[in-house]
């Protein structure tokens, strides 16, 4: 089945960055586009950033220019390199195999002032 963990959220201080990992199985991932989506408290999941199967991106106009999303077909992962964070970056943080509903657990990313 469809499988994805993220890893790599955390405790960070305004102006540091955090690189956050997906580790996806159970489908056919070189072939798929990928997103990575936030929620914070009491707010909508935002889209934050895809990449298609061959390496294009599109990030929101909130996160552009500090945010980067990569991939490795070859390990089956997703990356969010995080820089220059704020505190409105914080969030739950989840991947997700884009156009489809499966989402992983998502991984809290907390910046502080």
């Known amino acids: 089945q469809v499988q994805l963990v993220e890893s790599g959220g955390g405790l960070v201080q305004a102006g540091g960055s955090l690189r956050l990992s997906c580790a996806a199985s159970?489908?056919?991932?070189?072939?798929?586009?990928m997103a990575w989506y936030r929620q914070a408290p009491g707010k909508q999941r935002e889209l934050v950033a895809t990449?298609?199967?061959?390496?294009?991106?599109n990030y929101a106009d909130s996160v552009k220019g500090r945010f980067t999303i990569s991939r490795d077909n070859a390990k089956n992962m997703v990356y969010l390199q995080m820089n220059s964070l704020k505190p409105e970056d914080t969030a739950v943080y989840s991947c997700?195999?884009?156009?489809?509903?499966?989402w992983g657990q998502g991984t809290q990313v907390t910046v502080s002032s």
């Open positions: 990449i298609t199967r061959i390496g294009s991106t």
């Open positions: 997700n195999r884009w156009g489809t509903t499966y």
């Open positions: 159970g489908f056919s991932f070189s072939m798929n586009s």
